[in-house]
């Protein structure tokens, strides 16, 4: 099975700050690398899909990056909206793994 | 819209069974892989299983192996889980989610406001 890493587990940061996590496969799984967000009670939203490809709807400030083994989730400017957990998960092969999450939250 | 409704979570003793529902609607339910993923209470997220659009094909997560079953009926727009030989660890928020394409799986697009299941004596 693949195992996902994610870096930090958790960061502090303030509106406006660039933010940026990162995810790590233990076998190289392409591009097949999506992000999602979850805020408290609710269920998670895809942000990015394929490593780079931001979902319909989701704000510009969202981008990713990355393939093979190594992977990006970076947030340009951070909104008071973005305070949430966010996840990576691979759908290179089953089982889709999820990375363990990052938790931004105010500093 | 895209609606994706979970049902039949509750409490269940360990070692029993339990069938989870998530009525679809909204698109072309026939046309799209369908997965479980779950959420145990303060932890991370877990996928559990996927079925292909047709039901021709199913994977799970190594921990529900042969104890879950994921089933589809595309004539009733529902993805079902069928969870037997319960166990504690068991105990989560279940969530039903749609393929972001057809016929393939590159990410989830669309989620249910999930059910939980509670495994207790």
């Known amino acids: 099975d693949i195992q996902m890493t994610q870096s930090p587990s958790s960061l502090s940061a303030s509106v406006g700050d660039r933010v940026t996590i990162t995810c790590r496969a233990s076998?190289?799984?392409?591009?097949?690398l999506n992000w999602y967000q979850q805020t408290p009670g609710k269920a998670p939203k895809l942000l990015i899909y394929?490593?780079?490809s931001l979902q319909s709807g989701v704000p510009s400030r969202f981008s990713g990056s990355g393939s093979g083994t190594d992977f990006t989730l970076t947030i340009s400017s951070l909104q008071p909206e973005d305070f949430a957990t966010y996840y990576c998960q691979q759908s290179y092969s089953t089982p889709f793994t999820f990375g363990p999450g990052t938790k931004v939250d105010i500093k | 819209q895209v609606q994706l409704v979970e049902s039949g979570g509750g409490v269940v003793q360990p070692g029993r069974s339990l069938r989870l529902s998530c009525a679809a609607s909204?698109?072309?339910?026939?046309?799209?892989?369908m997965h479980w993923v779950r959420q145990a209470p303060g932890k991370g997220l877990e996928w559990v299983a996927v079925?292909?659009?047709?039901?021709?094909?199913?994977y799970y997560a190594d921990s529900v192996k042969g104890r879950f079953t994921i089933s589809r009926d595309n004539s009733k727009n529902t993805l079902y889980l069928q969870m037997n030989s319960l166990r504690a660890e068991d105990t989560a928020v279940y969530y039903c989610a749609k393929d972001l394409v057809e016929m393939a799986t590159i990410g989830m697009n669309y989620w249910g406001q999930g059910t939980l299941v509670t495994v207790s004596s």
């Open positions: 909204g698109f072309t339910f026939s046309s799209y892989g």
């Open positions: 079925i292909s659009y047709d039901g021709s094909n199913k």
């Open positions: 394929a490593a780079s």
């Open positions: 076998q190289s799984i392409a591009s097949y």
